[in-house]
């Protein structure tokens, strides 16, 4: 696939926002992270992220489905909220690390500290969205999820 070279940022908001409030929108209300913030709330409550619903009339610039907003010091992001937790643990699948990239250039959660700017493999996924991924089957289920992916312990209490 042929890249463009020109990684310069573009579709940037206006005004900066604080650098480390990472802004997350969703049907039900809004969120406030820091960076390492944003990464335990997959870690400790990846049931509380996995019950998020999209916005209405919102959808992802990745795969265009119903999103929720992610909005960094200088980004809005439309994205699923599957889509968030691979850019949260760094582990977005290359077409989607292409989407990001064609779209708004070079940014700091997509840079080639964390993908190869060739291929758009991660050099280092977290596993957030195995979590994830596992708190959604549980809240289908209402089963309570346990740390082996797609094993539930019974009966939510």
Not at 23 to 37: D, L, Q, R, Y
Not at 110 to 133: M, N, S, V
Request: net charge negative.
């Amino acid at each position: 696939m042929a890249r463009d070279t020109d990684l310069s940022p573009r579709n940037r908001l206006p005004e900066a926002r604080p650098v480390l409030d990472i802004e997350v929108e969703h049907a039900s209300g809004i969120e406030h992270f820091g960076p390492n913030e944003q990464i335990m709330a997959f870690v400790v409550s990846p049931q509380m992220v996995a019950a998020w619903k999209p916005l209405d009339g919102v959808v992802s610039v990745i795969s265009a489905a119903p999103a929720i907003i992610v909005r960094t010091h200088d980004l809005e992001l439309p994205l699923t909220v599957d889509e968030y937790a691979g850019l949260v643990g760094s582990e977005l699948e290359p077409h989607e690390f292409e989407a990001l990239l064609a779209r708004y250039g070079s940014f700091f959660e997509i840079h080639d500290d964390f993908y190869d700017p060739e291929t758009g493999e991660a050099w280092q996924p977290k596993g957030l969205r195995r979590q994830y991924r596992t708190a959604v089957a549980a809240l289908k289920s209402g089963l309570e999820p346990t740390d082996a992916a797609g094993i539930f312990l019974g009966p939510k209490s």
